[in-house]
């Protein structure tokens, strides 16, 4: 079963899909920030006060999903996948055992996804690299035109971040924008603190999806 799960992790086609995600999740969730606030500030059917209210709740909420997003999900969760596939999974692969952390790894596949000449360069004017760059992964850059970009691994990140988009989006992030949201619209003075709901309620019924 492990071997079906590594062939699965492997394929490129899993690594395209979270690029494709993440890629895909950061521009839509920007242009609602942006397009549904301005969509609101333009209907004319609903009060200025209300149109004021419901822009700057929807920009908050959307700009609260892309921030928890791309600071906290990707991250959190690509990291956490490598080293929970190392210590577990996959701790008898050897390719784990090459890098410390997904850091390392995602240093060295960037300088894989270069041509030769540019890694070379790279590696002669940047020493950080040098501290992990061990078990011959150096002399892979250096030498081969299309050093090992080790599938497995790449593979198991991704599937991490696809993970974290879909907790992060569906439940984190609005959980944080019901905590973060109404505090910072009574600091901009659009909510007041002690105001009955009725009061705060909106005649705009808004999308709350990411």
């Given at each position: 079963?492990?071997?079906?799960?590594?062939?699965?992790l492997?394929?490129?086609?899993?690594a395209?899909?979270?690029?494709?995600?993440?890629?895909?999740?950061?521009i839509?969730?920007?242009?609602?920030?942006?397009?549904?606030?301005?969509?609101?500030?333009?209907?004319?059917?609903?009060?200025?006060?209300?149109?004021?209210?419901?822009?700057?709740?929807e920009?908050l909420?959307?700009?609260?999903?892309?921030a928890?997003?791309?600071?906290?999900?990707?991250?959190?969760?690509?990291?956490?996948?490598?080293?929970?596939?190392?210590?577990?999974?996959?701790?008898?692969?050897?390719?784990?055992?090459?890098?410390?952390?997904a850091?390392?790894?995602?240093?060295?596949?960037?300088?894989?996804?270069?041509?030769?000449?540019?890694?070379?360069?790279?590696?002669?004017?940047?020493?950080?690299?040098?501290?992990?760059?061990?078990d011959?992964?150096?002399?892979?850059?250096?030498?081969?035109k299309?050093?090992?970009?080790?599938?497995?691994?790449?593979?198991?990140?991704?599937l991490?971040?696809?993970?974290?988009?879909v907790?992060?989006?569906?439940?984190?992030?609005?959980?944080?924008?019901?905590?973060?949201?109404h505090?910072?619209?009574?600091?901009?003075?659009?909510?007041k603190?002690d105001?009955?709901?009725?009061?705060?309620?909106?005649?705009?019924?808004?999308?709350?999806?990411a």
């Amino acid at each position: 079963m492990i071997s079906a799960i590594a062939n699965g992790l492997s394929n490129s086609t899993l690594a395209n899909i979270a690029q494709n995600t993440t890629a895909s999740v950061s521009i839509e969730t920007t242009l609602k920030s942006i397009g549904r606030p301005g969509f609101i500030l333009i209907d004319n059917e609903i009060s200025p006060a209300t149109k004021k209210y419901a822009a700057a709740k929807e920009f908050l909420y959307q700009a609260t999903c892309l921030a928890v997003y791309l600071a906290l999900i990707t991250p959190v969760f690509k990291k956490g996948a490598f080293t929970l596939a190392k210590k577990t999974f996959f701790k008898n692969k050897p390719e784990f055992a090459k890098f410390k952390n997904a850091t390392e790894y995602l240093d060295y596949h960037n300088l894989a996804s270069k041509n030769i000449t540019n890694r070379r360069a790279t590696l002669m004017k940047d020493h950080s690299r040098d501290k992990f760059l061990h078990d011959g992964l150096r002399e892979d850059l250096t030498k081969n035109k299309n050093p090992e970009k080790y599938p497995l691994i790449k593979g198991t990140i991704e599937l991490g971040s696809l993970i974290g988009s879909v907790l992060g989006l569906a439940i984190l992030a609005p959980q944080i924008s019901h905590v973060t949201i109404h505090p910072m619209l009574r600091a901009l003075g659009l909510e007041k603190k002690d105001a009955p709901k009725t009061e705060q309620k909106n005649d705009v019924k808004l999308d709350k999806k990411a």
